[in-house]
């Protein structure tokens, strides 16, 4: 019973730069949701996809950017990278749009040098 | 916007005492609150969640109780075991939007 699969684990970028993170959520799961977790503090959310649309934005500057695919999967980029870029991205999995158990992957641990 | 609030932010307890987190949140349609546990270097992992529509949830050790009235839910935790230590973090949607706004999370500490 896989999860929620995340790749890379582990990723270091230099600023300027763009970076492209992926999810593939939950077998039979709709929903993915993108969450920045910044070291010590909790998820911040980013963007929701369901059905291969956006369906919800964070407050996060146009840098970012995902899609979903019709498979489920998803992708997060994130272009000009900046020091301040460097998180734990997280992303999570749920069934359909409506609020219910979200799963989260293991994360893409990104650092900007 | 919808706020979600912790407290407190550290814990310390001694093996086989409770402990207790409170959340509160700002909005008013909120109808799902779910509680998540991060252990250092791990993915934050649900562990327990309620609908506005129930006051009270148990799952073995682990409770959550709603006062929707108050804008509070909170986390109890009976018989801790060191393997409970970890950040805990309660989330709750805004009134426009299905994503959630995370609390900033409750370090716990179990001491044997």
């Known amino acids: 019973d896989a999860g929620v699969t995340q790749s890379p684990t582990h990723l270091i970028k230099t600023r300027g730069q763009h970076v492209t993170l992926r999810c593939s959520p939950i077998s039979g799961h709709k929903s993915v949701s993108w969450y920045q977790q910044v070291l010590g503090q909790g998820p911040q959310f980013i963007f929701q996809y369901y059905e291969k649309e956006e369906r919800g934005r964070g407050n996060f500057p146009d840098r970012f950017s995902a899609r979903q695919f019709p498979n489920y999967s998803s992708e997060l980029n994130v272009n000009a990278l900046l020091l301040g870029d460097s998180a734990l991205y997280l992303c999570?999995?749920?069934?359909?749009?409506?609020?219910?158990?979200?799963?989260f992957g293991q994360g893409t641990r990104l650092t900007v040098v | 916007g919808e706020n979600v609030e912790q407290h407190p932010s550290t814990l310390s307890v001694q093996e086989g005492d409770s402990a207790v987190i409170k959340c509160t949140y700002s909005d008013s349609a909120s109808n799902y609150f779910p509680w998540y546990k991060q252990e250092l270097g791990k993915r934050p992992q649900l562990i327990i969640d309620?609908?506005?529509?129930?006051g009270e949830k148990k799952d073995q050790r682990i409770a959550v109780t709603l006062n929707k009235t108050a804008k509070h839910f909170s986390l109890h935790i009976t018989e801790t075991q060191p393997e409970d230590s970890a950040v805990y973090f309660c989330a709750a949607p805004p009134d426009y939007g299905q994503n959630f706004v995370f609390g900033p999370g409750t370090r716990l500490s179990v001491l044997p």
């Open positions: 999570a999995s749920s069934l359909e749009i409506a609020l219910t158990e979200a799963f």
């Open positions: 309620i609908r506005s529509n129930v």
